[in-house]
Antibody, heavy 120, light 111 residues
Framework: QVQLQESGPGLVMPSQTMSLFCAVSGGSIGSSGYSWSWIRQSPGKGLEWLAYIYHTRSSYYNPSLRSRLSISLDTSKNRFSLNLTSVTAADTAIYYC????????????WGQGILVTVSS | QSALTQPASVSGSPGQSITISCSGTSSDIGSYDLVSWYQQFPGKPPQLIIY???KRPSGISDRFSGSKSGYTASLTISGLQAGDEADFYC???????????FGGGTELTVL
């Protein structure tokens, strides 16, 4: 059974950089056939796709946030991470990590999510 | 690119069928059979219920079905149950520039 678990600071100061991690168990992020995604959900709002990365380290970003986002893999720790720079209150959200098999192209396993609040 | 368009809310009585629409454009739903649907209960992460327009993951009830016509995808829930109350989101691939889009979400109320 694949499990994903987000971790990171629950509170980030405005203008700072947010760094989140997603630990994966029950499967290797270095294996082919999957991409690994970050999605966020602002309080009471809908879902917003942020970024995803393949085991080859090819990465793709939401065009509206591309200049502020960076996604990476750490195969030694079997986790992937997301950095979001120059945060504002508008970045306050629940951040989810998820797996997308290339054969189904849908997000089949999700983490429980981590609430990140941007505030001074 | 804008999010896909879903109705904010739908409702139905137990046993009835309801359909949630998801409207896109020629650049997303109209070009790819890569529409998926997710069900989200309060305080929980979304759960995949339909992928590639009309396929169900293992363990998902056959009361959930998906379809697509032109630029609009649809999720139908038959035999509505109280436990189906949740938010539902559609998603579609939108090409190599935008990549993935979500709909704004639809709140389902079982009367």
């Amino acid at each position: 059974q694949v499990q994903l678990q987000e971790s990171g600071p629950g509170l980030v100061m405005p203008s700072q950089t947010m760094s989140l991690f997603c630990a994966v168990s029950g499967g290797s992020i270095g294996s082919s056939g999957y991409s690994w995604s970050w999605i966020r959900q602002s309080p009471g709002k809908g879902l917003e796709w942020l970024a995803y990365i393949y085991h080859t380290r090819s990465s793709y970003y939401n065009p509206s946030l591309r200049s502020r986002l960076s996604i990476s893999l750490d195969t030694s720790k079997n986790r992937f991470s997301l950095n979001l720079t120059s945060v504002t209150a508008a970045d306050t959200a629940i951040y989810y990590c998820a797996r997308r098999p290339t054969v189904t192209t849908a997000l089949d396993y999700w983490g429980q999510g981590i609430l990140v609040t941007v505030s001074s | 690119q804008s999010a896909l368009t879903q109705p904010a809310s739908v409702s139905g009585s137990p046993g009835q069928s309801i359909t949630i629409s998801c409207s896109g454009t020629s650049s997303d739903i109209g070009s790819y059979d890569l529409v998926s649907w997710y069900q989200q209960f309060p305080g929980k992460p979304p759960q995949l219920i339909i992928y590639q327009v009309n396929k169900r993951p293992s363990g998902i009830s056959d009361r959930f079905s998906g379809s697509k016509s032109g630029y609009t995808a649809s999720l139908t829930i038959s035999g509505l149950q109280a436990g189906d109350e949740a938010d539902f989101y559609c998603s579609s691939y939108a090409g190599s520039g935008t990549h993935w889009l979500f709909g704004g979400g639809t709140e389902l109320t079982v009367l």
